[in-house]
């Protein structure tokens, strides 16, 4: 339990006419007070507010960072999204059953997705994560007559790749009527146990059993035979009627499943060596609108058969039809295709506030009423303070709410040295949250009084509204800003930092900056091995760089810590499964890429820069700590992060040197 020492006892009037806090919290916070917004960029999410013990927290020895002191007024990040569906939304369980989504729980085993673009294949994956929250509702309509409810951040897969379903945030994908869903299509509804289907049952049970190739079977059909036996006659159920129902087809075929079927993966086969029987059976799946098809000559010992189409579609269709549920499926490797009655026909806002669910699974989607679905993924950051590593991380966000006047006080005390501190080694500090809380110019006009020298690491345009402070704080201390800038495909961006800005305006940044008078350094980071590593990706996004106007770029490989190792390789197996076999040599020592390769992608990012005419940053020079100057601050969500520049300048009248990162 690790929350006690971040809260105090309370009277600040900066909580004052907040909601109070109440159960459920992670834990009863003394003094702390919930807060939600109703704004879209912020549905969803709870920030819990707390007057905090401390803010300059030192950094543990064994730390590979090379900084002693950091800063950090946020735990937690609201650049990620949470995406959500109505409680009642039925998901595809990998069995081939289906639960509603908001009866799921952690440990079930359903149905994802892994693959690229168009070249998906269906496969088991297990439900990681479970929760549920309160969204802006929107109704999806398809031409097959499916409807689908979720929050606007809710993402699909579609022909033109994953789509939102209204997203708050301009620039990301959005669904549009006509786009094509991938999936199996609606799934049909359970039957309801009528007489009618009681009987049927009863009729292609016994009528089955007595032409069975195999003998007569015991079991559950046989079971559950008894207690319909109850109320149906055995002479009455042994009648072939002459107009059956529905309910009497869909009865009968589970039944003769009971007794004369067995599947083969995605196959169901009857078998009997009584024709007239299975003349029975292709008439209820035809009235059922499931195709079949039937050998015209008998096998060994007069046995005929009759065999649904072997895919997915009518595999499950048969299952939720019948109410088959001892049939085995295996889905594993089929592909991924969207039809004709999966297009978009319409998106409505419903004008209402609902309760919404999602999961996260291991392959980072599952299929919802028929279509592929996309889901959050989890990260590790949260439990150090006792919350899940999933939907917590993205949707529960701490505010230091105290953090100016700590600050103050902090660097007050005569035992402070004013060592360079670190801003945001753990999560953004300009993340959206701050547009709202503004805690970062009060801890800016802070250092500013005290001279402290700082550095901060952001991905967050929201760093030029604090431009101003920025320059009054460089005019008498030492001044680091760091922006990550990894690579500058926006397909890529879309993939793995959706909730961040795109590279485009984080280039933006750095002109702006440059612009403004300081000489701006990137951090490359994170160079993704396989993906982003290429000549050709390099050489794109360090000239981009350069044309920024930035003087210096420093590389960083990827590298993987608890948390964040779970959370790339669900995405690395579901969107690129051709790189897993690299991913697992690469990194089955550690976090960290092997020294070889780090050094290999250094040098060609040096020798990039240097046809740019940009000064690359060499490993001492980035990894070296000086006592009195600045210190880049790790990279977000992975505090450990390695080779990390520090640049410092002498003090002056002009604005200091900002490493953008």
Not at 56 to 66: D, E, H, K, L, Q
Request: some cysteine; overall charge neutral; hydrophobic content about 40%.
């Amino acid at each position: 339990m690790r929350w006690s020492h971040l809260s105090a006892s309370t009277d600040d009037d900066s909580l004052l006419n907040a909601a109070p806090a109440a159960p459920p919290l992670p834990l009863a916070l003394p003094g702390a007070t919930v807060r939600t917004f109703d704004t879209p960029g912020f549905a969803g999410m709870t920030f819990y507010e707390i007057r905090a013990k401390s803010l300059i927290n030192r950094v543990p020895g064994a730390s590979r960072v090379p900084f002693e002191w950091t800063i950090n007024p946020y735990r937690g990040c609201s650049h990620a999204c949470s995406y959500c569906l109505s409680g009642d939304t039925p998901v595809l369980l990998a069995d081939g059953s289906t639960r509603p989504l908001s009866q799921l729980r952690i440990g079930d085993a359903v149905l994802g997705t892994m693959g690229a673009g168009p070249h998906r294949r269906y496969v088991p994956t297990t439900v990681l994560d479970h929760w549920t929250t309160s969204k802006p509702a929107y109704r999806v309509t398809l031409a097959d007559g499916t409807r689908l409810v979720g929050s606007g951040a809710h993402r699909f897969l579609t022909d033109r790749g994953w789509r939102h379903i209204s997203p708050a945030e301009p620039g990301l994908p959005a669904l549009a009527v006509g786009d094509r869903m991938a999936g199996v299509g609606r799934f049909a509804d359970a039957p309801k146990e009528s007489p009618d289907y009681r009987t049927g049952y009863l009729c292609g049970l016994v009528r089955g059993d007595a032409g069975s190739p195999t003998g007569s079977r015991e079991g559950d059909a046989w079971i559950r035979a008894d207690s319909y036996l109850e109320d149906v006659p055995m002479h009455v159920a042994l009648r072939w009627p002459q107009e059956p129902t529905g309910g009497w087809y869909r009865g009968f075929l589970a039944g003769a499943f009971g007794s004369t079927g067995h599947a083969d993966r995605l196959a169901i086969v009857f078998t009997s060596r009584d024709p007239g029987f299975l003349d029975r059976i292709t008439d209820a799946l035809t009235h059922l609108g499931l195709p079949s098809r039937r050998p015209p000559h008998a096998q060994l010992g007069g046995v005929h058969s009759v065999e649904i189409a072997r895919d997915l579609w009518a595999a499950l269709r048969f299952r939720h039809l019948t109410g088959v549920s001892d049939a085995p499926l295996d889905a594993s490797g089929v592909g991924v295709r969207g039809e004709a009655q999966l297009t978009v026909a319409d998106i409505e806002d419903l004008g209402l506030t609902l309760p919404l669910y999602d999961i996260a699974t291991g392959t980072g989607d599952f299929v919802a009423d028929g279509v592929v679905s996309h889901n959050c993924f989890a990260r590790n950051t949260h439990t150090y303070l006792d919350l899940d590593a999933g939907h917590d991380f993205d949707s529960k966000v701490i505010v230091k709410v105290n953090a100016g006047d700590l600050i103050r006080r902090e660097l007050a005390a005569p035992r402070w040295r004013g060592d360079p501190i670190a801003i945001g080694t753990n999560v953004d500090v300009y993340q959206r949250a701050e547009g709202r809380y503004r805690l970062m110019p009060r801890i800016l006009a802070a250092l500013r009084d005290f001279a402290n020298p700082f550095s901060i690491l952001t991905k967050g345009t929201l760093l030029l509204r604090d431009l101003d402070l920025l320059k009054q704080a460089a005019t008498v201390t030492d001044v680091s800003l760091s922006m990550s800038i990894g690579f500058i495909d926006e397909q890529m961006w879309r993939a793995v930092e959706p909730g961040a800005p795109s590279p485009r305006r984080r280039l933006d940044v750095v002109r702006r900056l440059t612009d403004a008078g300081f000489p701006v350094g990137v951090l490359m980071a994170p160079i993704l091995p396989g993906l982003t590593d290429s000549d050709e990706s390099i050489e794109e996004t360090v000239a981009a760089v350069a044309a920024a106007g930035a003087t210096r770029v420093t590389p960083l490989p990827l590298h993987l810590r608890t948390g964040a190792r779970e959370w790339y390789a669900a995405w690395l197996t579901r969107d690129h499964p051709e790189l897993a076999a690299r991913y697992r040599e690469l990194y089955r020592n550690g976090s960290y890429l092997p020294q070889k390769v780090q050094h290999e992608i250094g040098a060609r990012v040096r020798m990039a820069a240097r046809r740019h005419r940009l000064h690359p940053a060499e490993d001492a020079e980035a990894r070296t700590a000086r006592a009195n100057g600045p210190t880049a601050a790790g990279h977000p969500d992975t505090a450990a992060t390695d080779g990390t520049p520090r640049h410092t300048t002498g003090r002056s009248n002009e604005p200091k040197q900002l490493t953008l990162l």
